[in-house]
């Protein structure tokens, strides 16, 4: 009876085996057509399995080519350089995020790689990168699984240990977070939409990366620039997201300039906003010695949110415009927002400009008694033209004594000069 059972106990484990890890065949076992040197075709067709390209080669696949892999591993593994996959559609492959299952997963040896035009739908990561130079990732539709929770989705493209890399032009929907950068330096992310997501853009110790004209909505954080130098965030718009448009923590030497950020969304757990998080269109923790310049933040909980020693920074020629409050600013130093006899334009300034130069006569200070009056009572709003409120802002100019130090624009712009930023983008 011993045996029947040892044998008995194999084949369950041996069917077990079979359903955790689907075993990877080359590309070449698949129907492909010759369509010139080293460029193949895949005819239409549903092909289940897990595949892998170990050879340089050009695929492309013909409307209706799909790669099916019944929730097991990675659909395409890429082992080889200078490989290119247009085309494709991959449903369903693993969703082990330990193992980092992803429908195409690119491994060390595959520099110089080309993934263009694909459709991924599935829970695990959709494009990883794993620790090779020169990638390119454009114009690929990746959608994760939205009843799924966020933190056990995939990212939609994952970048690790990578240079070079383009990740151009993509869409990306319902995965953990759109575009992932870990200890990536020297990368392009341009045009890229992300949506419904928990972070749009995530930066984590990645050093000297261009971010240029990306679009997130409806995320938990817009652009989440973290433990990074030297990024140049460019021309990019959030919209409808929630918590935090732009969040800034430990940024240093880097450009942020002509992004528009609006409607920035309290952060709630049903019918209850969570402590802290009220919409910040941008919150910078930490971070020294950036230029913060021509950028719109508009209707949102709080326009900008500084704390944590960021200090050295310049910020000047950006508007805030319509925001419930405009700053908050948590520590002792007094800080001035404005560069080269230019300030930022602030849509509740009631300051004057007698000379016409298109500058305030008198400081903003967002940061005064008076302010901090409104938002301990914000009912006090009802008076805010009033002469009570006037002449409790008189008394603190002439009795500076009595202020405490915080946020100065000394030269407050008449003019928003964001307007051409706020055209739709093609």
């Not at 690790?160 to 993509?170: M, P, Q």
């Not at 944590?308 to 908050?328: L, P, Y």
């Not at 008076?370 to 009033?386: A, C, E, G, H």
Request: charged share 20%; glycine share 10%.
């Amino acid at each position: 009876m011993a045996r029947p059972l040892t044998l008995l106990i194999g084949c369950v484990w041996l069917l077990s085996s079979a359903t955790t890890s689907a075993a990877v065949v080359p590309i070449t076992d698949l129907p492909l057509v010759a369509a010139g040197p080293q460029h193949w075709r895949l005819p239409a067709g549903d092909y289940q399995g897990s595949y892998s390209i170990d050879q340089p080669l050009q695929l492309t696949c013909e409307p209706g080519a799909v790669i099916h892999s019944q929730g097991q591993g990675n659909s395409l593994l890429i082992n080889a350089p200078d490989v290119t996959v247009e085309g494709c559609t991959f449903l369903d492959w693993g969703h082990d995020l330990t193992a980092m299952n992803a429908a195409i997963f690119i491994q060390p040896k595959a520099h110089g790689a080309l993934v263009k035009n694909n459709r991924l739908r599935g829970q695990g990561f959709g494009v990883w990168v794993d620790g090779t130079a020169d990638v390119s990732v454009i114009d690929n539709q990746i959608q994760g699984d939205p009843t799924m929770r966020s933190q056990d989705r995939g990212n939609g493209i994952h970048l690790y240990a990578v240079k070079g890399a383009r990740v151009i032009g993509n869409l990306v929907r319902d995965a953990r977070d759109g575009i992932y950068i870990d200890t990536s330096n020297g990368n392009l992310l341009q045009g890229n939409t992300l949506e419904d997501l928990r972070y749009g853009i995530h930066y984590m110790f990645a050093n000297d990366n261009q971010v240029l004209g990306n679009i997130t909505r409806r995320t938990r954080t817009g652009y989440a620039l973290m433990q990074s130098r030297k990024l140049t965030v460019i021309g990019n718009r959030s919209e409808q997201d929630q918590n935090y448009g732009i969040l800034m923590n430990y940024i240093t030497y880097s450009t942020l300039r002509d992004n528009v950020v609006n409607d920035v969304r309290d952060g709630t757990t049903g019918d209850t906003m969570i402590t802290g998080a009220e919409g910040k269109a941008l919150f910078i923790y930490n971070s020294l010695f950036n230029s913060i310049e021509h950028n719109h933040f508009g209707r949102s909980a709080v326009g900008i949110h500084l704390t944590a020693g960021s200090e050295d920074n310049r910020i000047a020629n950006n508007a805030f415009v319509g925001n419930q409050r405009q700053v908050k600013y948590v520590a002792t130093r007094l800080q001035e927002w404005s560069a080269d006899g230019r300030g930022n334009y602030w849509s509740d300034y009631l300051g004057w400009d007698r000379n016409n130069d298109g500058l305030g006569d008198v400081a903003y200070e967002p940061n005064d008694n008076v302010d901090r009056l409104l938002w301990l009572y914000p009912q006090v709003r009802l008076l805010m033209n009033s002469p009570g409120i006037e002449l409790l802002r008189w008394v603190q100019r002439a009795f500076p004594v009595i202020k405490s130090p915080g946020v100065m624009d000394s030269h407050p712009l008449m003019k928003d000069p964001t307007l051409s930023l706020l055209k739709e983008p093609a």
